[in-house]
């Protein structure tokens, strides 16, 4: 049961480059999250979906898109990467009226 | 002013000791309520729910203030692995999918 996988674990991009991390999960869940992490600083919500088809900012949106074909995948796309972004990614995914969001293991991305 | 705010620490404990610390938040509306536990380097894993009444798991137990706004957490018998950043989770009433997460507070346990 492999729950939810994210890829790549590590990336480096350059300033202006694009890039799509993906996000999918194996149990069904309606809501997909992705998250970013930055030092002091609590997990950041960028864009969430509640089912295929329906996506919706988050907190931190700008720079971002995502789609939501199918229930099990939710990639994440960098449309042109800056330093600012430099960041560790989670994707998350829960159920309606759930008692815990299970986290995929991160991506860690260094934008230079 | 942030929606969810925790003590960083770190608190540094031995082992064997009781450490506690606690979580406030800002929003009223919220309904749900969450301790995470975050390894080094790692996704954070769900601990506990914290129920109206205070709720105990093991080692761990977790009470919430409504009145006050505020939950914590307690640790008795702190043991070397329970060294890493315990998260403080919200969620709102009218949002079921959304979460507030606190920047989290650090728990070293030294033997």
């Known amino acids: 049961n492999a729950g939810v996988t994210q890829t790549p674990k590590f990336q480096v991009l350059k300033t202006g480059q694009s890039m799509t991390l993906q996000c999918a999960q194996d149990?069904?869940?309606?809501?997909m999250s992705w998250y970013r992490q930055d030092p002091g600083m609590g997990l950041r919500l960028i864009h969430y979906s509640v089912g295929a088809g329906i996506t919706d900012q988050g907190e931190v949106p700008n720079g971002y898109n995502v789609s939501r074909s199918t229930t099990e995948d939710f990639p994440l796309r960098l449309l042109s990467a800056a330093p600012s972004q430099t960041s560790v990614y989670f994707c998350?995914?829960?159920?309606?009226?759930?008692?815990?969001?299970?986290f995929g293991s991160g991506t860690r991305l260094t934008v230079v | 002013r942030k929606e969810v705010e925790q003590d960083p620490g770190p608190f540094n404990v031995p082992e064997g000791a009781t450490v506690a610390f606690n979580c406030t938040y800002s929003?009223?509306?919220?309904?749900?309520f969450f301790w995470y536990r975050q390894d080094c380097r790692k996704e954070p894993k769900l601990l506990m729910s914290?129920?109206?009444s205070g709720n105990e798991d093991g080692r761990f137990t977790a009470q919430l203030n409504r009145a006050s706004q505020y939950i914590s957490l307690l640790i008795r018998d702190s043991k070397l692995s329970d060294s890493a950043t315990y998260l403080c989770?919200?969620?709102?009433?009218?949002?079921?999918?959304?979460?507030?997460f606190g920047a989290g507070t650090t728990v070293t346990v030294r033997a």
């Open positions: 989770v919200v969620k709102d009433r009218t949002n079921d999918y959304k979460l507030s």
């Open positions: 929003n009223s509306a919220s309904q749900s």
């Open positions: 149990m069904n869940h309606e809501y």
């Open positions: 998350a995914s829960s159920s309606p009226g759930f008692y815990g969001y299970t």
């Open positions: 914290v129920y109206s």
